[in-house]
């Protein structure tokens, strides 16, 4: 599984988007792309995966590179509650999940 | 969506006690689920692979006779923590998933505390 690079951490004023990269230029050609976030003493939230496309869904859109080699997640405008460890993982088939150490996203009043 | 239960939340047990910990699969049956610890401000660790019906693969540095886990069910994996030491403080989280390349769920995790 392709690993990834995230910056450690990132601020966004409340009601902008916020755009969180990752870098994952060793991706295979069958290997998604998944973002995870996780808040303060909880599980991991899945919120969004893809392969190529670009994807959108009520939390957030996900935006891939041509190349597949680095992608963005965007949170269109985000709130209080979004402040969270957001996790970029690229694997398939196997879901061994390896998690790196993420951006750590606060959002600020 | 898929929902994943882990119990208790919390738990503070003696030192050289067991723990038990449940991880289930509410509306979907899995074949695998997946255990993982976090210490404090640092990152998820895989510690093993629960398997349905067969014996549980564990990473590389995790022991398997400390931390038994069963896979008895598609609904159900427990995680036991034997002979529990303060070193063994931590956050562990369960996941599962129900179908081939759709995303992992996880559990809310299980706080353990050994005094």
């Known amino acids: 599984d392709a690993k990834t690079t995230q910056p450690p951490s990132m601020d966004c004023a409340e009601g902008r988007a916020a755009n969180l990269p990752c870098n994952h230029s060793?991706?295979?050609?069958?290997?998604?792309v998944y973002w995870y976030r996780q808040i303060h003493s909880q599980g991991p939230q899945y919120i969004i995966h893809?392969?190529?496309n670009n994807e959108t869904n009520e939390m957030a859109s996900l935006i891939i590179t041509e190349d597949r080699k680095s992608s963005t997640l965007i949170l269109p405008h985000a709130t209080l509650r979004d402040t969270a460890v957001y996790y970029c993982?690229?694997?398939?088939?196997?879901?061994?999940?390896?998690f790196g150490t993420g951006t750590r996203l606060k959002v600020l009043a | 969506g898929a929902v994943v239960s882990q119990h208790p939340s919390r738990v503070i047990c003696k030192s050289g006690t067991s723990v038990k910990i449940e991880c289930r699969s509410l509306?979907?049956?899995?074949?695998?689920m997946f255990w993982y610890r976090q210490f404090p401000k640092q990152s998820l660790m895989l510690m093993a692979t629960?398997?349905?019906?067969?014996?549980?693969?564990?990473e590389q540095g995790v022991e398997k006779d400390k931390f038994l886990i069963n896979h008895a069910s598609l609904t159900l994996s427990t995680l036991t923590v034997t002979s529990a030491h303060p070193e063994d403080s931590s956050f562990y989280i369960c996941?599962?998933?129900?179908?081939?390349?759709?995303?992992?769920?996880f559990g809310n995790g299980t706080r353990l505390t050994v005094t």
């Open positions: 996941s599962a998933s129900g179908e081939s390349n759709s995303p992992l769920h």
């Open positions: 060793t991706i295979s050609g069958n290997e998604y």
């Open positions: 893809g392969l190529k």
């Open positions: 993982i690229a694997l398939s088939g196997t879901y061994k999940y390896i």
């Open positions: 509306d979907f049956q899995a074949t695998t």
């Open positions: 629960s398997n349905e019906g067969s014996k549980a693969t564990y």
